[in-house]
């Protein structure tokens, strides 16, 4: 046993040697803390963010590498407990356009992407600025029931994207499953982009599967749009419909997301976003307001209601402060949610680099 530990930790040096050689750029972060729980008159401490239902865990590095001409990037998917017969899942992103011009074809304003690799649901072409992040950390986007999927983006400068995902592995009705979608700039300051999947994923219901998902998404850009100086303003929207199920019964579910966001830098260095969402017929709201006027620091405070029908046992209202030293951010947050009388107090630490 000792032999092998050697043998993989030369390995692992032999590698860092040759990163270090190559120029490579290693990118990534690293998250930890607790969740302090006081509910029911009882107390529970947590690691923060484990639960399997969740898109990521907290107490995990998050890894990416690229060359550094960017003409790729290899993303860390997974990492299992290091020994002899250690495997880590990885996705390639791999720059089409940049390689060809290291080689003598310029192809001009045309990019060209490819995607191979650990991809499974893989999402469709997205404008929705997501300022709760939930979007993003729930897999909420139009994304395919797949199980290794390769992907192709195209586009013309900063007009027009194409995306093609696939998993040519056909299902028992002798399928393959897909997500096609594309996004524009018509002009400068507005967004669009729409989806379709044959076969999708739906993380908002438990990660139900089933046939045909369509998606659109639009972001303004306010302040540029009306040369605001010193004051950003955003609008953005995405919705997504799902059709039927996978035995092709009707589903007919449909999630909206609609969101402002604005923030003053001169003097105040105040933000803030207000979230509508109405996720199969819940309506519901999301807020947030942050200081940034302190060097390192930020505060916020935070109200959420997850159902209007019943707007007081849906309530949560929060806050919390951040520093960043050293390039490590100290963050302590806590919350008040009415619909089980809880209070959590979540203090973390990451390191990003």
């Known amino acids: 046993m ?12 032999l590698v860092a040697a040759t990163v270090s050689a190559a120029d490579i750029k290693f990118t990534g972060s690293f998250k930890a803390g607790y969740a302090f729980t006081w509910k029911d008159g009882g107390f529970t401490a947590t690691p923060k963010g484990i639960d399997s239902t969740l898109a990521n865990e907290e107490s995990y590095i998050y890894l990416k590498v690229a060359d550094p001409d960017s003409m790729w990037t290899i993303t860390l998917k997974a990492l299992p407990s290091l020994n002899e017969a250690a495997k880590v899942k990885a996705n390639a992103s791999i720059s089409l356009d ?67 995902a696939v998993d040519p592995a056909v299902d028992t009705a002798n399928e393959f499953h897909f997500v096609a979608s594309v996004s524009a700039n018509p002009i400068d300051g507005v967004s669009v982009a729409a989806g379709y999947a044959n076969a999708y994923q739906n993380k908002h219901d438990s990660s139900a599967t089933g046939k045909n998902a369509i998606d659109g998404s639009v972001k303004i850009d306010v302040a540029k749009l009306a040369s605001l100086d010193g ?21 007919k579910k449909n999630y909206l ?24 017929g819940v309506n519901g709201l999301n807020t947030s307001v942050s200081y940034d006027g302190f060097k390192d620091a930020n505060l916020y405070v935070e109200y959420d209601i997850a159902d209007f029908s019943d707007a007081v046992n849906n309530m949560y209202i929060g806050g919390g402060a951040s520093y960043t030293m050293s390039k490590v951010k100290y963050a302590l947050d806590m919350g008040y949610d009415t619909s089980d009388s809880s209070f959590v107090l979540k203090p973390t630490a990451k390191i990003t680099w």
């Not at 000792?2 to 040096?13: E, H, I, M």
């Not at 080689?103 to 650990?118: E, F, K």
């Not at 929705?128 to 199980?147: F, I």
């Open 231 to 251: 004051i950003s303003l955003d609008f953005s929207a995405h919705d997504v419909y799902y059709m039927q199920t996978s035995t092709g019964a009707s589903y």
């Open 98 to 164: 940049k390689a060809l011009k290291a080689q003598g074809v310029d192809m001009g304003d045309v990019t060209a992407a490819l995607s191979v690799g650990a991809n499974s649901n893989m999402s469709g072409l997205n404008v929705y600025t997501d300022p709760t992040g939930n979007m993003s950390y729930y897999g909420w986007k139009l994304r395919s029931d797949a199980t290794y999927s390769t992907g192709l983006t195209v586009g013309y400068g900063k007009l027009i994207s194409a995306n093609l």
């Open 257 to 280: 997301s609609a969101a402002v966001e604005m923030g003053v830098e001169k003097d105040i260095n105040v933000s803030g976003y207000a979230e509508f969402v109405r996720f199969a």
């Open 2 to 13: 000792k032999k092998k530990f050697v043998l993989v930790l030369a390995l692992v040096l």
